[in-house]
């Protein structure tokens, strides 16, 4: 029985407090009370359960997340097209959250966290560093291809622009998983916290840079050839049309 009767919203409200004990979150416990109470507990005309405290906050602070994370990515794809002045490089660059996400999520089922707040902060840092790290690679590819010299053929300047800083680019994702990798083995007060922050940031650090590494360069010259090929249509098309002259078009 409640030990006192309390008044919440003009309705009388007895409070049970629940102490869960680390073995499971707030809202991983309310939704399989819900259906243990749903089935075997039938409530009285005039009562009603409500689950608040922890689980309260949990809540509020996901479906804040849920528009502010969707709005974060438009956002730096709006800037990166500002940028590059290109929609394609601006996609490519992005490309490199989904890689990241995978990681994360991979490392986070591993080491048995659920959906938090904390693992979706995990999930925003680690997606800020993969954009970087991706603008970093574009930038030099772009800049080893407006200095192609002469008899330089499009894929040996992708793999020039790709492996130029590749020294600082792999020292700054190792220093980033290093530190971040102490966090798992550490205990200690407010490591609950920071846990579930770093895994997703471990893993996703580790499939982003694979992708930007190897799949941004491959992407790049594939997206040449495609635009080649293209135009390489558009002008059969003009020549095989009636009235044009072949002799202009070579």
């Known amino acids: 029985m409640p030990e006192m009767i309390r008044n919440d919203n003009g309705n009388l409200a007895g409070f049970v407090y629940v102490d869960i004990q680390n073995t499971t979150t707030a809202s991983d416990y309310v939704a399989t009370a819900r259906n243990l109470l749903a089935k075997n507990v039938t409530l009285p005309p005039g009562y009603a359960i409500e689950w608040t405290g922890l689980y309260q906050y949990t809540e509020a602070a996901r479906s804040r997340l849920m528009v502010v994370v969707p709005l974060t990515l438009v956002i730096i794809f709006v800037l990166l097209v500002v940028a590059f002045r290109s929609v394609s490089e601006s996609f490519l660059i992005l490309m490199s959250v989904p890689f990241a996400l995978a990681g994360g999520v991979f490392l986070q089922w591993l080491l048995g966290y659920s959906m938090t707040t904390a693992v979706i902060i995990g999930y925003i840092s680690v997606f800020a560093?993969?954009?970087?790290?991706?603008?970093i690679m574009v930038v030099f590819i772009r800049d080893a291809l407006d200095h192609r010299h002469e008899g330089q053929s499009y894929i040996d300047a992708v793999i020039d622009g790709s492996t130029a800083r590749l020294r600082p680019k792999l020292m700054t994702v190792a220093t980033i998983i290093l530190s971040l990798s102490l966090i798992p083995l550490s205990s200690g007060p407010g490591m609950e916290i920071m846990k579930p922050i770093a895994a997703p940031s471990i893993g996703g650090m580790?499939?982003?840079?694979?992708?930007?590494?190897?799949?941004?360069?491959c992407l790049f010259v594939i997206a040449e050839d495609v635009r080649l090929y293209w135009r390489r249509r558009a002008a059969r098309e003009r020549i095989s049309a009636p009235g044009a002259d072949p002799l202009s078009e070579t």
């Open 206 to 217: 580790v499939t982003s840079t694979l992708h930007v590494l190897f799949m941004t360069p």
């Open 129 to 135: 560093v993969a954009v970087q790290t991706g603008i």
